[in-house]
T-cell receptor, first 106, second 114 residues
Framework: TQLLEQSPQFLSIQEGENLTVYCNSS?????LQWYRQEPGEGPVLLVT?????EVKKLKRLTFQFGDARKDSSLHITAAQPGDTGLYLC??????FGAGTRLTVKP | NAGVTQTPKFQVLKTGQSMTLQCAQD?????MYWYRQDPGMGLRLIYY???????DKGEVPNGYNVSRLNKREFSLRLESAAPSQTSVYFC?????????????FGPGTRLLVL
């Protein structure tokens, strides 16, 4: 079982700012997924990363998988209020980190 | 194509009562999951089913039972509810996509045990 640690736990920023959130483990991931969950809804998959060093971009979101496949980051450029939500990472065993709760203020 | 559906959306139980949470998916997925989500703890896996007729324990199975009735349906039963089972319960199914196994979640069931 891989234990996933996400940081920070909470993040509150102004619209237009940039931010990075992290997902770390002491074990090697075979793959890692990032989800966003909005209040009152289930998580929705954003991206899956598989290869060490991989970088994937989804509009203003950039996902990076560490070279050693033990960590991952999510960077959001010019955050918007619509980015508000809980960002979760999950390993291939379908176990989740506790998440980063992001609030973007207009 | 409804994806993953869950019933009920909300439920209030008294300690000791029993209930079954229903989940169905129409994506022809083999794997299905039940999670609970508590504040500050993310999603924790209760049980999963890799295929019709099989079920396995996850991280927090105590106090729960599951049934994989057929490929579409995966139910979660609380035989004797306890206040510690107050939570939001999510069902998910997963299938292979171009980048690996992808989970699709239902909208959740909010359970309050008094």
């Amino acid at each position: 079982t891989q234990l996933l640690e996400q940081s920070p736990q909470f993040l509150s920023i102004q619209e237009g700012e940039n931010l990075t959130v992290y997902c770390n483990s002491s074990s090697v991931f075979s793959s890692l997924q990032w989800y966003r969950q909005e209040p009152g809804e289930g998580p929705v998959l954003l991206v899956t990363v598989v290869t060490g060093g991989e970088v994937k971009k989804l509009k203003r979101l950039t996902f990076q998988f560490g070279d050693a496949r033990k960590d991952s980051s999510l960077h959001i450029t010019a955050a918007q209020p619509g980015d508000t939500g809980l960002y979760l990472c999950a390993g291939a065993d379908m176990r989740f980190g506790a998440g980063t709760r992001l609030t973007v203020k207009p | 194509n409804a994806g993953v559906t869950q019933t009920p959306k909300f439920q209030v139980l008294k300690t000791g009562q029993s209930m079954t949470l229903q989940c169905a998916q129409d994506m022809n997925h083999n794997s299905m999951y039940w999670y609970r989500q508590d504040p500050g703890m993310g999603l924790r896996l209760i049980y999963y089913s890799a295929s019709e007729g099989t079920t396995d324990k996850g991280e927090v199975p105590n106090g729960y039972n599951v049934s994989r009735l057929n490929k579409r349906e995966f139910s979660l039963r609380l035989e004797s509810a306890a206040p510690s089972q107050t939570s939001v319960y999510f069902c998910a199914s997963s299938g292979l996509t171009g980048t690996g196994e992808t989970q699709y979640f239902g909208p959740g069931t909010r359970l309050l045990v008094l």
